[in-house]
């Protein structure tokens, strides 16, 4: 067990019991259900700094850091821990195990309170919806109004899309990684042919194998099938491409020939020895029925977010390809959404949002820690109503400014002029504000985002605007030439 100074150390697991049922989408009921899950970093005094970090279809609330014996730590310890993306010094962390897993959260291995039995099928079907409604109970218990950020690849990234369509006040931003907003004819054969790998093995016994033989051929098999999915053929050619297995010629018979043949072997015994291949049967069917389209439209079923996105698609990933992330990426602009988009690249396929150090560390960081308008605004030079198109000629040029804007006597926008404005009074001889000011004034909150301005000025095809409070009190003005240099600098994707 070796650990570097960016890791979150040794940490333990805890667990939630649920004090009420869980109703789920179907209108069955979970009773007695139990959330494993594990917390980095301290919660500040306003609870405003919490992150909920959703796990992949086979991974569990252990993202981070060490239990003591590991021999490796937490699925994302990566991004996850001092000075990282998800900075432990800053922000509070969660992960959870999802229900119906095996990895401590209440799952078809779980005993059944009616039976006094492991449930095995009598486990009702559940949905990525009842996986979130789920969280959100043990977020409630936390204490947390509202997350600061839910991020997630893959299965969890579909987790965060949930969580941002259900609960859209409590997310103010949402990462997803390789992932769809659906699943696709391709995604549910893949997971039917795991399912049949497992159902087809003898040992299954209709789910009833708790305390016997478990179905570990068919398990193993459904493993070897979706770990396939997981990689790209670069990044298998260049690990193993055509080498042999012990051997220095072919054998021209059906035992193990090659490398990559041994690989897929050592995933699927593995996998048998922490997986349940019941939970597989489960989750595999929830990730079938997620369908973000409301209505046949995706458009419309993102239309309540409220979330700012950052989206992130693998190259080489040909199991979420880019065009999926990019069809989400579609949704969230229609509905006007504060969105950032970027295309890893990386030979790694499915498996980079678990690889690719330096590039996921680079991109979410400076997601998280954007600049600001606040950080560019510069002092308004405001002027009354009542004034004159003189006095307000003279504040624009004593005040080098090309947008002036225009507040009642309690100091409330009203208006704006600009310097073409007053070119035009000149012209036409006119005499007070309101005969050249605009009254429907475009402006933008001091918490937003440099991104945000840039697009609302594209948007209306203006170059300044006003920034105001919830009072329509100015507190200053920021302009293209404030911040296309620095978005420029800190934005290498769309």
């Not at 993306?85 to 209440?106: H, L, M, P, Q, W």
């Not at 029925?289 to 080489?316: C, P």
């Not at 680079?362 to 560019?376: A, E, G, H, K, Q």
């Not at 004159?388 to 504040?395: F, H």
Request: overall charge neutral; charged content about 25%; glycine content about 8%.
């Amino acid at each position: 067990m070796k650990m570097g100074r960016e890791s979150v150390g040794i940490v333990e697991m805890k667990y939630y019991q649920l004090p009420e049922d869980l109703v789920l989408e179907t209108g069955q009921v979970l009773k007695n259900v139990t959330l494993a899950y594990e917390t980095y970093g301290k919660l500040n005094k306003n609870k405003s700094n919490a992150i909920l970090i959703l796990h992949a279809f086979s991974g569990d609330a252990h993202a981070a850091g060490w239990h003591y014996g590991d021999k490796k730590p937490g699925w994302w310890e990566i991004v996850i821990g001092p000075g990282r993306a998800f900075d432990t010094e800053k922000y509070f962390v969660i992960c959870s195990n999802i229900i119906g897993g095996c990895k401590g959260s209440t799952g078809p291995s779980s005993i059944n309170p009616d039976t006094e039995k492991p449930y095995g099928l009598d486990f009702p079907v559940f949905t990525i919806g009842d996986i979130v409604n789920a969280q959100k109970k043990l977020i409630d218990f936390l204490g947390i109004r509202q997350l600061y950020a839910v991020a997630g690849g893959s299965v969890g990234g579909m987790q965060v899309l949930q969580w941002c369509v259900a609960y859209p006040d409590m997310v103010r931003n949402a990462i997803a990684i390789a992932t769809s907003a659906y699943s696709t004819p391709q995604h549910i054969a893949f997971n039917e042919v795991g399912r049949r790998a497992i159902i087809s093995d003898p040992d299954w016994n209709e789910g009833d194998y708790y305390g016997k033989s478990p179905p570990v051929k068919g398990l193993a098999l459904a493993r070897m099938v979706a770990h396939i999915t997981y990689l790209s053929d670069e990044s298998m050619r260049q690990k193993f491409g055509r080498q042999l297995k012990d051997k220095e010629k072919y054998g021209y018979d059906f035992s193990m020939d090659f490398q990559v043949e041994s690989y897929l072997q050592h995933q699927g015994d593995s996998f048998v020895r922490r997986f349940d291949a019941n939970s597989f049967l489960y989750i595999t069917k929830a990730i079938d029925y997620f369908d973000m389209e409301k209505n046949g439209s995706l458009d419309e079923g993102f239309k309540n977010v409220k979330s700012r996105f950052l989206v992130i698609s693998v190259s080489s990933d040909w199991l979420y390809p880019t065009y999926q992330s990019r069809e989400i990426v579609m949704a969230l602009t229609a509905n006007n959404v504060d969105i950032s988009f970027c295309e890893i690249k990386s030979i790694y396929g499915h498996d980079a949002f678990l690889l690719e150090e330096g590039q996921l560390n680079y991109l979410i960081t400076n997601f998280l820690s954007p600049r600001l308008v606040r950080d560019v605004m510069a002092p308004a030079a405001t002027i009354r109503e009542v004034a004159s198109i003189d006095l307000a000629a003279r504040i624009i040029v004593d005040r080098k400014v090309t947008h002036l804007p225009v507040v009642s006597g309690s100091g409330k926008l009203v208006g704006i002029v600009t310097a073409w404005d007053i070119s035009k009074a000149v012209v036409h001889k006119y005499e007070t504000l309101d005969q050249i000011m605009t009254g429907k004034v475009v402006t933008i909150d001091d918490c937003a985002t440099l991104e945000a301005a840039a697009k609302k000025m594209e948007k209306y095809d203006i170059s300044a605007l006003p920034v105001v409070d919830r009072d329509g009190q100015v507190l200053g003005i920021v302009t293209s030439d404030s911040i296309s240099k620095l978005i420029g600098q800190r934005k290498p994707c769309s």
